[in-house]
């Protein structure tokens, strides 16, 4: 069962970067692509739970900012040492330019 | 009332790696200088021409002075052109392997991967285990028993240090590493920092990095001659004492299990060459805090930061000038250490994130 939970409006977060969303104790990641699309991730880094806001998005990359451990978050597919562990990805949806993402 | 000095365990499996762990001070919290995320994504941005330049000039260099060497070997005129290629060799290919590791020195990920696998072999660092154990380094910056790789360990080793300048210890142990991973053995303190999908790799690496240099050491005995190994293997001893002189400052004399790069980290202002070799590592703090900024963007960095980091040393001779008596004191005292001073305009260290008081007695 989805639970679509409301993250913020479309313009808060820049082309080609990420935010960090709390909500009900757990962590996420926002992402918004270069081809303006929207996604969502879970918050940590699966090597050692590193907030991945602040880490570089590139592409469809999302770096992270301690070891630079690379993962897709369009798919969450992890890309290589040092990270092994793909990260949970979340269905977003977009209404009256507001980001939401589903937490069930 | 007299202190006794606190015995360090370095080891990976040892009491402290185990006290690091139950006391919090592994995988923690760091402090960083608050940078707004519009700047810091400006400092981190990928680019590919910076490292292209200074490849075509590193390689560039070794392909130019190694000809050279060849064609004048035989006379004294081929030392200066060794001494160059060393360097490259054995000293430029440590701040290569590292900003490759670090996969910021490209925007391109193959061009970071392939310079990043001709250093390691340089260096004699195994690219996957090196990978890891640096992974640990950035954790776990100079927390005893937890960090892999603390260049000086408490008490110094003087003998050692002045041994490496030439690399001679390193290439030992590097030698032994490499033939023992080749036998397909991964030791049990390399399995708590590899993964074990990893680790085939390490073995197969080491076996490809012996076959090199079992045919160089054949050609060189075939030729009688030993040019063949001053161009691959050698280098490494000759031409080391560069990334030593500068290694030894990153983290040489500071503190050890604290949480603050500050405390534990070095940034020296250093001469073009030197930072051409190093790859502007001379910004050490500010690379520790940020890793993901990449060597040409440091200096930026620096300038951003420096308001809230102890003052870099102006030169290399005078971060030896504070160090070494550091390392003569550390010979009587282990707990002794060199607390840099912050600036008025700096955020205070955090002294309750800390186990011990951290003013240098």
Known sequence: MSNWVEVCATDEIDEEDVIRFDHAGRTFAVYRSPDDEFFATDGLCTHEKIHLAEGLVMDDIIECPKHNGRFSYKTGEAKGAPVCVNLKTYPVKIEGGTVFISVA | MTRVATKRDYSLLGRDAQAAVQSGLSAAEWYHTDIPRKQMKELMKREDGPAIRDTILWLGSMVVCGALAIYFWGSWWCVPFLLVYGVMYGSASDSRWHECG????????????????????????????????????????????????????????????????FGILDVFHATIDMVRNAAGVISAEEKTFIPEQEQPRAIRIARIWLAIYVATIALAVTISSILPLMLIGLPRLYGAWHHVMTGLLQHGGLADNVIDHRLNSRSVYMNPFSRFVYWNMNYHVEHHMFPMVPYHALPQLHEMIKHDLPAPNKS??????????????????????????????????????????IAAE
Not at chain 2, 117 to 144: G, K, L, Y
Not at chain 2, 334 to 353: I, M
Request: proline content about 8%; charged content about 25%; overall charge neutral.
């Open chain 2, 102 to 165: 670090h996969g910021t020195a490209f925007k391109t990920r193959w061009m970071n991967d392939a310079v990043y696998e001709i250093a390691c072999f340089m260096i004699m660092r195994n690219p996957v285990t090196w990978r890891w154990s640096h992974t640990r380094h950035h954790t776990d910056t100079v927390i005893v028993g937890r960090d892999p790789e603390i260049a000086v360990m408490r008490p110094p080793d003087l003998l050692r240090l002045v041994l490496n300048f």
């Open chain 2, 316 to 357: 290399i001779i005078e971060g030896y000038r504070e160090m070494i008596p550091a390392f003569l004191r550390q010979l009587r005292n282990e707990d002794h250490f060199l607390k840099r001073e912050l600036p008025p305009t700096a955020k205070p260290y955090r002294e309750e994130l800390h186990a011990e008081p």
